[in-house]
């Protein structure tokens, strides 16, 4: 699963095995889900 870290911006890939939750390159433990670009449901008046 691709996360942000929320200090060096760098992509992280965790995996279901890893102990912890932790950006291996600054060490930080605040990560971000990276989400897709915003989609806008459009439903039709009745």
């Known amino acids: 699963m691709a996360y942000y870290c929320l200090r060096c911006k760098r992509v992280v890939e965790l995996k279901a095995d890893s ?24 439903v039709k008046a009745v």
Not at 24 to 40: D, N, Q, S, T
């Open 19 to 42: 102990q912890g939750v932790r950006c291996p390159y600054c060490g930080y433990r605040a990560l971000k889900k990276e989400r897709p670009a915003v989609l806008v449901k459009k």
